[in-house]
């Protein structure tokens, strides 16, 4: 709804907006250039009080950066799109399996030399980090140890019995019997 004064006919709603407009662009200007004087200064060697400013400033120079891109998101992107909704689905998994597959190809990629690079690691990390994270969200009730919602009308999975703690009283069992099946070998 859109306030405003009956005095002067003053539209707080456009001046808010405004403000915010000027305010997310000072941001984006100040955090990039706090974050780029850091990057110039951070090859030159200063003393431990030089160097706990640098830090600060890097500190403050990237929220101010990370605020400014969340405000002008937030205008720019304003409807959902379809694929927002998967996305949003595989954020946890992903984050959840994403080391694996770093640690695992970068140990197989030292091996050859043109794999070795950053950018291919890089693209062959994250391709197979959302393909992971991808599958999990297809595989049906294995996504519950995932943090995601197990698929409707599955019973073997705990909705209202233990109170949703059956994984993780499953997967300490498990912990335990190996930890005691590796001490006794």
């Given at each position: 709804a859109v306030v405003s004064t009956q005095s002067t006919g003053h539209d707080v709603t456009a001046s808010r907006n405004l403000y915010l407009w000027k305010w997310n662009r000072v941001c984006f200007v100040v955090g990039a250039l706090l974050c780029g004087i850091f990057g110039i200064l951070m090859f030159y060697e200063f003393g431990t009080v030089l160097a706990i400013t640098g830090g600060l400033v890097r500190g403050v120079g990237q929220w101010l950066f990370i605020m400014a891109l969340l405000g002008l998101s937030r205008e720019k992107f304003t409807k959902p799109a379809?694929?927002?909704?998967?996305?949003?689905?595989?954020?946890?998994?992903?984050?959840?399996?994403?080391?694996?597959?770093?640690?695992?190809?970068?140990?197989?990629?030292?091996?050859?030399?043109?794999?070795?690079?950053?950018?291919?690691?890089?693209?062959?990390?994250?391709?197979?980090?959302?393909?992971?994270?991808?599958?999990?969200?297809?595989?049906?009730?294995?996504?519950y140890f995932f943090g995601l919602p197990a698929p409707p009308g599955f019973q073997l999975l705990p909705g209202k019995r233990m109170g949703g703690f059956l994984p993780v009283v499953v997967l300490g069992t498990v912990a335990v019997a190996l930890v005691v099946g590796t001490n006794l070998v």
């Open positions: 379809t694929w927002h909704k998967k996305g949003r689905e595989m954020a946890l998994p992903f984050y959840l399996t994403h080391q694996w597959s770093i640690v695992s190809i970068t140990s197989g990629g030292l091996w050859v030399p043109y794999l070795r690079t950053l950018p291919v690691m890089w693209l062959l990390t994250t391709i197979s980090s959302l393909t992971v994270a991808y599958l999990v969200t297809l595989s049906g009730p294995v996504r």
